[in-house]
């Protein structure tokens, strides 16, 4: 039996991904606490794990402060949870981060004598094969792929260099931190989405998709909209807290009445709305009852979300904002699962209305979708993560 710690600060994308593995981790016998902030406290709790709680400031105050940027925030967020971080790795055998809090995992892991495993759910090692997904996945030939790639490795430790000093000065660490080169990486991404590139080490595993837990019921009023004509387009931009929310609103708005769709609206954490005589706004909804009863979805192509959707196999209509979501709406329309990318900036009725007939107006996306649909119900990214987290805390015991 190994304690597993999951250090997942962040947004939804950093948090609930990883609640259906520590379900998982659970069952095998492996006891899981997730550190997170105060919002996913009752969906860590009901998937049966441990909360530990970080604390956090409101998302929104990333847009609505104007004094400070997000990445300021986001630094000043995570000095405030660099005392709650240690206090959750002292009853960890092992440490499971996302890239958010990978270097706070490595030094917690390097103080307490226990190992780290890092659970990117984006592709992180370098390689020559593809820039780093924040470059949208470009291939900027393999020199530059590659470098690229380490220079981003190299680019966490100094983007967050105060927490992090904090930290290892608390831990009674020397303050320059040295990313681990042989670092244990078990992406859950599948092979079937994004090929593991060539050159990567053993170590650097893609180890497949695993799921969210949930347990949640739909609302009655949704059950009611659904059987009460055809499959709607979903809309869903998640956690993005857009500055233009109003043109958005808009485009969304104008982009259903011309379409001709009925609609389900999840308003998120940019409070996204849309009115219509065959539109319905909603709340949280879990994705896997949702999705597979949709004819296509309007999202913002986070990792998340993207796996989900494909592993409804529906179409999509991608609309990154930042970050890796560039990525992931390229790998959409390479995979032929999307008539095209709309990037959040110029998001227009007239091109969103467009791409959403395209959408659902043409099966060879549907169809493409269901073939990959088909080939992730054969995965289990989960059964691997089990395995390496067994094998590593025999390693520990057997020193």
């Given at each position: 039996?190994?304690?597993?710690?999951?250090?997942?600060?962040?947004?939804?994308?950093?948090?609930?991904?990883?609640?259906?593995?520590?379900?998982?981790?659970?069952?095998?016998?492996?006891?899981?606490?997730?550190?997170?902030?105060?919002?996913?406290?009752?969906?860590?709790?009901?998937?049966?794990?441990?909360?530990?709680?970080?604390?956090?400031?409101?998302?929104?105050?990333?847009?609505?402060?104007?004094?400070?940027?997000?990445?300021?925030?986001?630094?000043?967020?995570?000095?405030?949870?660099?005392?709650?971080?240690?206090?959750?790795?002292?009853?960890?055998d092992v440490l499971?981060?996302?890239?958010?809090?990978?270097?706070?995992?490595?030094?917690?892991?390097?103080?307490?004598?226990?190992?780290?495993?890092?659970?990117?759910?984006?592709?992180?090692?370098?390689?020559?094969?593809?820039?780093?997904?924040?470059?949208?996945?470009?291939?900027?030939?393999?020199?530059?792929?590659?470098?690229?790639?380490?220079?981003?490795?190299?680019?966490?430790?100094?983007?967050?260099?105060?927490?992090?000093?904090?930290?290892?000065?608390?831990?009674?660490?020397?303050?320059?931190?040295?990313?681990?080169?042989?670092?244990?990486?078990?992406?859950?991404?599948?092979?079937?989405?994004?090929?593991?590139?060539?050159?990567?080490?053993?170590?650097?595993?893609?180890?497949?998709?695993?799921?969210?837990?949930?347990?949640?019921?739909?609302?009655?009023?949704?059950?009611?909209?659904?059987?009460?004509?055809?499959?709607?387009?979903?809309?869903?931009?998640?956690?993005?807290?857009?500055?233009?929310?109003?043109?958005?609103?808009?485009?969304?708005?104008?982009?259903?009445?011309?379409?001709?769709?009925?609609?389900?609206?999840?308003?998120?954490?940019?409070?996204?709305?849309?009115?219509?005589?065959?539109?319905?706004?909603?709340?949280?909804?879990?994705?896997?009852?949702?999705?597979?009863?949709?004819?296509?979805?309007?999202?913002?192509?986070?990792?998340?979300?993207?796996?989900?959707?494909?592993?409804?196999?529906?179409?999509?209509?991608?609309?990154?904002?930042?970050?890796?979501?560039?990525?992931?709406?390229?790998?959409?329309?390479?995979?032929?699962?999307?008539?095209?990318?709309?990037?959040?900036?110029?998001?227009?009725?007239?091109?969103?209305?467009?791409?959403?007939?395209?959408?659902?107006g043409a099966p060879?996306?549907t169809e493409r979708?269901?073939?990959?649909?088909?080939?992730?119900?054969?995965?289990?990214?989960?059964?691997?993560?089990?395995?390496?987290?067994?094998?590593?805390?025999?390693?520990?015991?057997?020193?």
């Amino acid at each position: 039996m190994a304690r597993v710690v999951v250090l997942a600060s962040g947004s939804d994308g950093d948090v609930l991904p990883y609640l259906g593995l520590g379900r998982r981790l659970t069952e095998a016998g492996h006891p899981v606490t997730v550190a997170a902030v105060e919002r996913f406290g009752d969906a860590i709790t009901g998937a049966g794990l441990g909360f530990h709680r970080l604390s956090s400031t409101d998302p929104r105050q990333v847009t609505a402060n104007s004094r400070k940027s997000p990445m300021r925030l986001m630094v000043d967020g995570l000095r405030e949870q660099v005392p709650e971080m240690i206090r959750a790795a002292e009853r960890a055998d092992v440490l499971l981060c996302p890239m958010s809090t990978l270097i706070f995992g490595d030094s917690l892991a390097e103080a307490n004598g226990i190992p780290c495993l890092a659970l990117p759910l984006q592709p992180a090692a370098p390689t020559r094969e593809m820039s780093p997904s924040l470059f949208g996945g470009r291939d900027l030939g393999p020199w530059l792929n590659r470098g690229t790639g380490e220079l981003f490795v190299h680019l966490g430790p100094r983007m967050f260099a105060k927490p992090l000093a904090d930290l290892r000065t608390r831990l009674g660490l020397k303050t320059r931190f040295t990313p681990n080169p042989r670092q244990r990486m078990l992406h859950g991404i599948s092979p079937a989405v994004v090929p593991r590139p060539r050159d990567w080490r053993p170590e650097q595993e893609m180890v497949g998709f695993w799921w969210p837990h949930s347990t949640a019921e739909p609302p009655a009023e949704l059950v009611d909209f659904l059987d009460d004509g055809p499959p709607p387009v979903y809309f869903s931009f998640g956690s993005v807290v857009a500055r233009k929310t109003n043109r958005q609103r808009q485009a969304v708005t104008e982009a259903i009445r011309r379409s001709g769709v009925r609609a389900v609206v999840h308003s998120g954490w940019g409070d996204l709305a849309a009115s219509g005589e065959n539109v319905l706004t909603v709340g949280h909804v879990p994705h896997e009852w949702l999705l597979p009863r949709v004819a296509a979805v309007v999202h913002h192509a986070s990792a998340g979300t993207t796996a989900a959707v494909l592993r409804a196999g529906v179409p999509s209509v991608p609309v990154p904002f930042s970050n890796d979501q560039p990525f992931w709406a390229k790998r959409l329309v390479e995979l032929g699962t999307a008539p095209g990318v709309l990037p959040a900036r110029g998001l227009t009725a007239d091109g969103l209305a467009a791409k959403i007939a395209e959408a659902v107006g043409a099966p060879t996306y549907t169809e493409r979708a269901a073939a990959i649909a088909a080939e992730l119900r054969n995965e289990d990214g989960a059964a691997r993560v089990i395995e390496v987290v067994q094998q590593v805390t025999e390693e520990v015991t057997a020193r």
